[in-house]
Structure formats: structure tokens, C-alpha cells
């Protein structure tokens, strides 16, 4: 049977080590509630749309300051969302992921269809020399406080996306894509991000108002992108991505309290989202207890995980057993 690089069934499965029951999980493990993704959704719209409010009525900085770190924050939680979406997890329907999961991107200019095409194929081949991702953070040098500072704030990434953008203006596909359809869907949403970037950047001038300085360019920048870095930094970090072909050893798990668990919408469970990742984010807790005294990564909390990262008791992979590389 061939399996699907891009769509949420029949899905093609990292390899494994030892005997592979997945295609025999429970049915109620693949069940989604789009009510639930539509609740976290709505809370994370209405907190940027709180903290805009908030900075158009009251434009002093205590005012500012708390909004652009909720904002910044939301707008990270917003791309986790959009995972969910690319998965097909949070909707039946195809055109409901699509669209919620765009709008998702907006705020961090993160493609949904780039990422869906990138970040399917990570999971299909993770563990291989074929892995790649699509958030490709430099996880290097990050052995001292500077360093890991300077490593959260990984903007080259806006130039990648400003490339995309160019590329689609004169009608040229990315070429790590190597799926027509795919690639058109891509360049049109590319097009749609250089269009929303003229039109802020219209508004701006004529109007002379620092609004989307704040409510976007801001919280962006300074507070989702290296929000974004810390939630991505322990899912394989010091594992072995391109040469270990057991999803059980090359993905990490970290105990999370209520909190991190919504605000990385189950991203700390992250080995049991590798080990199907057809199972909705919804229902991923359940299948992570299935599997739990298999996983051999779990770490005792976020903040344990990062120490080790900057005392450099958690080393960088080799360039060859990492994707994190270009």
C-alpha cells in the first residue's frame, strides 16, 4: 500500500525500531473536536484583539508594553495552531483547515501550505537522511546565556520569507517544492503575504501611525519569533534526527503543567505526535499514555530542559545527524 505525504489518513509513518503496531491503534484515538480547536482559536483571537484595543484606547507604555507581550505570545500560540490545522486535526473539512490554519500563519508570515509540505515530510522521514523542517532554527552555540539569547532571535528567517514572496511575485515556484499543486498553492499564499505587507506598510505612511509598529512589527519580531524558537528547541534538540530511525529515541517529551500544555497546544507531548501523527492534537495525551514507558527522551520541565541546553549538559547533534543545518 502507498502511503500520503499530504494528507491526514493513510499517512506515511517515521520508521520505528522493533515490532510497529500502529496501524493498529484504537479508532477512538483518530476522533477530532473542532468545537475544542474552535474555542482555542477564538481565545487566542480575542486576546490580540484585546491587546489592539487596548493599545488604540489607552496609548501609554505600562498599557503598550503588557499588550505587545500578550500579543507576541498569542501570535506564537497562533502558529501552534496552525500545526493543528496543517494536520487536518481541528476540522472534517479540508477548506476550514486551510483557511483558519492561513489565517494562523498571518501574524509570523508562516505559510500554511509551505508548512504543510515541509513539515509532513519531516514527519515521514524523520529519522532519515531525507528529514528536513520547516522552521529551520540554527540550534548551535547555544552552550551560554549570549549565545542562546542570540539564537532565540532568529530573524534570518524573515529573509527566507522575503524570498518567497519575490519568488512568487515573478512567478517562480520555491524549488525545494517539488509538487506542482503544492507549489502553486504555496505562491498564492506568498502573494497574499506581500499584499498584507504593502497594504500595513500604505497604512503606516498615510496615516502616520505607529499602530502595526506595536501591534505587529513588534510582537513579531521581538516576542513570538523567539517564543516560537523555545517551544520548537526541545523536540529533537541533541537527538539524532537523520541517522536514528526510531521516533521513540529521536523526539523528546517534557512534563508540562496546564499552562504549557495549552499555550504549546500539546507540543510537549511531541514523541506521541511523532508516532502517528494522524492521531489528532486533541487526542494526542491519550495516546502518549499508550506509549509512555516506551519513550526513551522525557524531560521534568521546560525550564530543566533549557538549563541543560545553555550549561552545555545537552549537546548540538553533528551536522550530519541534524536537520538544522542550512
Given at each position: 500500500?502507498?502511503?500520503?505525504?499530504?494528507?491526514?489518513?493513510?499517512?506515511?509513518?517515521?520508521?520505528?525500531?522493533?515490532?510497529?503496531?500502529?496501524?493498529?491503534?484504537?479508532?477512538?484515538?483518530?476522533?477530532?473536536?473542532?468545537?475544542?480547536?474552535?474555542?482555542?482559536?477564538?481565545?487566542?483571537?480575542?486576546?490580540?484583539?484585546?491587546?489592539?484595543?487596548?493599545?488604540?484606547?489607552?496609548?501609554?507604555?505600562?498599557?503598550?508594553?503588557?499588550?505587545?507581550?500578550?500579543?507576541?505570545?498569542?501570535?506564537?500560540?497562533?502558529?501552534?495552531?496552525?500545526?493543528?490545522?496543517?494536520?487536518?486535526?481541528?476540522?472534517?473539512?479540508?477548506?476550514?483547515?486551510?483557511?483558519?490554519?492561513?489565517?494562523?500563519?498571518?501574524?509570523?508570515?508562516?505559510?500554511?501550505?509551505?508548512?504543510?509540505?515541509?513539515?509532513?515530510?519531516?514527519?515521514?522521514?524523520?529519522?532519515?537522511?531525507?528529514?528536513?523542517?520547516?522552521?529551520?532554527?540554527?540550534?548551535?552555540?547555544?552552550?551560554?546565556?549570549?549565545?542562546?539569547?542570540?539564537?532565540?532571535?532568529?530573524?534570518?528567517?524573515?529573509?527566507?520569507?522575503?524570498?518567497?514572496?519575490?519568488?512568487?511575485?515573478?512567478?517562480?515556484?520555491?524549488?525545494?517544492?517539488?509538487?506542482?499543486?503544492?507549489?502553486?498553492?504555496?505562491?498564492?499564499?506568498?502573494?497574499?503575504?506581500?499584499?498584507?505587507?504593502v497594504s500595513g506598510i500604505a497604512f503606516?505612511?498615510?496615516?502616520?501611525?505607529?499602530?502595526?509598529?506595536?501591534?505587529?512589527?513588534?510582537?513579531?519580531?521581538?516576542?513570538?519569533?523567539?517564543?516560537?524558537?523555545?517551544?520548537?528547541?526541545?523536540?529533537?534538540?541533541?537527538?539524532?534526527?537523520?541517522?536514528?530511525?526510531?521516533?521513540?529515541?529521536?523526539?523528546?517529551?517534557?512534563?508540562?503543567?496546564?499552562?504549557?500544555?495549552?499555550?504549546?497546544?500539546?507540543?510537549?507531548?511531541?514523541?506521541?505526535?511523532?508516532?502517528?501523527?494522524?492521531?489528532?492534537?486533541?487526542?494526542?495525551?491519550?495516546?502518549?499514555?499508550?506509549?509512555?514507558?516506551?519513550?526513551?527522551?522525557?524531560?521534568?520541565?521546560?525550564?530543566?530542559?533549557?538549563?541543560?541546553?545553555?550549561?552545555?549538559?545537552?549537546?548540538?547533534?553533528?551536522?550530519?545527524?541534524?536537520?538544522?543545518?542550512?
Amino acid at each position: 500500500m502507498t502511503y500520503s505525504l499530504d494528507g491526514s489518513t493513510d499517512v506515511q509513518l517515521a520508521p520505528i525500531r522493533g515490532a510497529d503496531t500502529r496501524r493498529n491503534l484504537e479508532k477512538y484515538l483518530f476522533t477530532k473536536r473542532p468545537v475544542l480547536f474552535t474555542v482555542k482559536f477564538s481565545i487566542a483571537v480575542l486576546l490580540v484583539t484585546a491587546g489592539w484595543v487596548a493599545i488604540v484606547l489607552w496609548p501609554v507604555w505600562p498599557v503598550i508594553v503588557l499588550a505587545i507581550i500578550v500579543i507576541g505570545a498569542m501570535y506564537a500560540h497562533l502558529v501552534e495552531l496552525q500545526h493543528e490545522c496543517l494536520h487536518e486535526h481541528a476540522y472534517d473539512r479540508r477548506w476550514c483547515n486551510r483557511l483558519v490554519g492561513y489565517l494562523c500563519g498571518i501574524p509570523m508570515l508562516s505559510s500554511f501550505w509551505h508548512y504543510k509540505y515541509e513539515h509532513l515530510r519531516h514527519h515521514a522521514y524523520l529519522g532519515t537522511s531525507l528529514n528536513q523542517e520547516f522552521f529551520n532554527y540554527r540550534f548551535h552555540d547555544l552552550d551560554s546565556m549570549p549565545g542562546f539569547i542570540r539564537s532565540c532571535f532568529h530573524l534570518g528567517r524573515y529573509v527566507d520569507v522575503a524570498r518567497d514572496i519575490g519568488r512568487s511575485a515573478v512567478g517562480r515556484p520555491n524549488p525545494r517544492v517539488t509538487k506542482r499543486t503544492a507549489a502553486k498553492k504555496i505562491r498564492t499564499e506568498y502573494l497574499g503575504f506581500g499584499l498584507i505587507l504593502v497594504s500595513g506598510i500604505a497604512f503606516t505612511v498615510v496615516a502616520g501611525s505607529p499602530l502595526l509598529l506595536f501591534t505587529w512589527v513588534i510582537p513579531a519580531l521581538l516576542l513570538a519569533e523567539p517564543i516560537h524558537f523555545l517551544i520548537e528547541l526541545p523536540e529533537h534538540f541533541g537527538l539524532n534526527t537523520q541517522t536514528d530511525p526510531n521516533i521513540l529515541a529521536n523526539t523528546r517529551t517534557v512534563r508540562a503543567g496546564r499552562f504549557a500544555q495549552w499555550f504549546t497546544n500539546g507540543n510537549d507531548v511531541h514523541t506521541a505526535h511523532h508516532y502517528h501523527q494522524g492521531v489528532p492534537m486533541a487526542q494526542v495525551r491519550r495516546l502518549h499514555k499508550v506509549i509512555e514507558d516506551r519513550i526513551e527522551n522525557i524531560d521534568p520541565s521546560y525550564w530543566t530542559f533549557y538549563r541543560k541546553v545553555i550549561k552545555g549538559e545537552l549537546k548540538y547533534q553533528d551536522a550530519s545527524e541534524t536537520c538544522m543545518t542550512r
